[in-house]
């Protein structure tokens, strides 16, 4: 085993400070992370950035970086030499893009070229217009077979070469429990999968001037919910799904139906008005009328997106997928300001999801996260629905044809909970979280081999795909002025066969 690794971050906003960083603490208190520094834009990189724990409080030192134009597909010499200067000062050894998405391929490119690992954030790219500009939309496949060929030849210069992708749910034990569930009856009875409903609402209720006011996760850039967080949901699925294939009845296409809303359908389900009458204060800070609004969110990306997916084999439906992406849900924002520091995780924001999947005539799988934001004196049970980590998969299979099987078998947080002691992986987003960044590190230090990793960017060629799809049936509805257009068909053959294996969250350490 090698030393600890020096890494990185290229992006400290609010996403990475509440999800990398305390993973990235974990990671020096196991003695697989060394030092870490920070990249970002100037005013971002003014001060160091405080992290860690109360017991045990750290400082990044963040060094800046130039903006630059979107567009381009390789870093300015300028944004090169400070990066390659860190490089050499730091001695750094792995590299985590976690920037705007929309720049993640020319930073992801520059490490895989420099010969530095890297753990990509979600979702791999995306582009300005990709809900309203076809060629936009198509660019999101496009970018991954860039970063597929850049990543093999790096491999082929140094075999050690590595790129792991942050879509957190492939280490989340109650989706791999949800995936073994699906292996082991497609290989008792030979049946795919056979459908799938998921839905995921945030609960992100932006004000009707916070449209136009806030960019962080906003709509101006012309891409929303399904570059937001529907990344998630595009990799999961068809993770699930391969573990249902079987000889003859691999997924070789999708065909792809978008339907979405934007600000303009928003500001007609709550209008301004509206707004006025619910929020004290609201007509004195909003500076902008109900046409102004119209106007300035003209060409802005989907709040909402619902899709209905064919996955086929040789030309024949294999599943059938419902997946449904939403801001405009539940949510318990009260307050007129938002919090300046919570655009990410705040505002009264709550994740709550649904997943049910069908095996032919042999299994129903029901996953369901419905969490609240409560606090600890509440004397609310935070495992229960309705407790802030609640989660439960319930279990149906056919006993009447397998008297092996059980009927139903409903598990809840503490029967999904991976491993016990400090090597215990709760069944929570933040505790695969620090999987992702712990095994990632665990790999460069020789703990664990390459086989054992959940998320190598070479199988992420078919969520690239249904995330384009996604994006290309949107665009072809606006360039046709909302009416249905013709769906997007995109070739979903997966350009590597994935390797995780579950054993390898017991060998990640503590995860709590």
Known sequence: MSGAVNVLVVGIGPHTRLNHLPSLAVAQDAGLAGTVTGADLPDAAAAAVEYGTPGRPRRMPVVPVQPFPVSRRSLPDGVRRVLEDVVERERIGAVVVATEPSVHLPYALWAM?????????????????????????????????????????????????????????????????????????????????????????????????????????????????????????????????????????????????????????????????????LLPGFTHRNPYTAQDLDRMTAGFGEVDVFLNVSYRSRGRVMALGSHNLAHTTFSQRSALPPVPGGLYKGNGRIGQENHIIQQGPFQALHLHVLQTLHGDEDGIDRRAAGGADHIELHVFRNNRLRPDWQRHRALGFADL??????????????????????????????????????SDLADHRRPARLMAGAYLSMSRRWADAGRPAAPAVLDFRPAATPAPTPRALAALGATR
């Open 113 to 277: 070229e420099r010969g530095l690992p890297v753990l990509l954030d979600k979702p791999l790219t995306v582009h300005p217009g990709a809900s309203t500009d076809p060629e936009a939309a198509q660019a999101i496949a496009n970018d991954f077979d860039t970063l597929l060929d850049t990543y093999q030849a790096a491999r082929r210069r140094d075999p050690r070469m590595v790129v792991s992708v942050m879509s957190q749910r492939r280490w989340h034990p109650a989706f791999r429990r949800v995936r073994e569930l699906i292996a082991e009856v497609a290989e008792a009875t030979n049946c795919p999968v056979t459908s799938v409903q998921s839905s995921h609402g945030d609960g992100q209720w932006r004000l009707p001037d916070e449209l136009v006011d806030l960019d962080y996760h906003g709509f101006d850039r012309g891409y929303g919910k399904a570059a937001h967080s529907g990344y998630h949901h595009f990799d999961i699925v068809p993770w699930w799904l391969a573990a249902g294939e079987r000889p003859g009845k691999e997924i070789d296409e999708i065909e792809v139906h978008a339907t979405c809303t934007r600000p303009s359908d928003f500001l007609a389900q709550l209008t301004v008005a509206d707004h006025a009458r």
């Open 417 to 454: 909970v991976h491993g016990s002691g400090n090597n215990a992986v709760l069944p929570t987003q933040r505790s695969a979280r620090t999987c992702a960044i712990t095994e990632f590190l665990s790999h460069l230090t020789g703990r664990i081999t390459r086989t054992a990793m959940a």
